[in-house]
C-alpha cells in the first residue's frame, strides 16, 4: 500500500517562501511521476508542478513558472517543492499526487493520479 504524506506547510507573508516535502511510503515505482495540485476555499483542485518518474521533465502551472522549483529524490522516495515570492492567490491545501504521466502531455489531471497525500495548508498573508 502506497501512502503519500506532505510537510511544510504553514503561514508565511507575501513575498516569502516555503519548502514542502513528500515522502512515499510502500512500493511506488520508480517510473510512477510525482507532483503537487492545490486547492484553495471554494475552487476546484489545480495542478501545480510535477516531476517525471526519472526526472527528466518537469511541468508547472503558468501561475507558479519562475516562482516554484519541484525536485526529487529517488533515494528517499521524496519529492519537494520550493515556493519563492509567495502570493495571497497561493493560498491553498497542497495535495502530493503520483501516478503515470505520459511524457508528452502539456498538463497534468487530477482524475489521472493513482495516489495522494492527505494534504498541507499553505497561508500567504497579504
Known sequence: ???????????VQAGG???????ASGRL????AMGWF???PGKEREFVVGISGRGLRTWY??????RFTCSRDHANNTVSLQ???LKFEDTAVYYCAAGYINMYA???RANAMDYWGKGTLVTVSS
Open 61 to 66: 502551472a503558468e501561475s507558479v513558472k519562475g
Open 29 to 32: 515505482a520508480s517510473s510512477y
Open 1 to 11: 500500500q502506497v501512502q503519500l504524506v506532505e510537510s511544510g506547510g504553514g503561514l
Open 17 to 23: 517562501s516555503l519548502r514542502l516535502s513528500c515522502v
Open 106 to 108: 502539456s498538463t497534468w
Open 83 to 85: 515556493m519563492n515570492s
Open 38 to 40: 492545490r486547492q484553495a
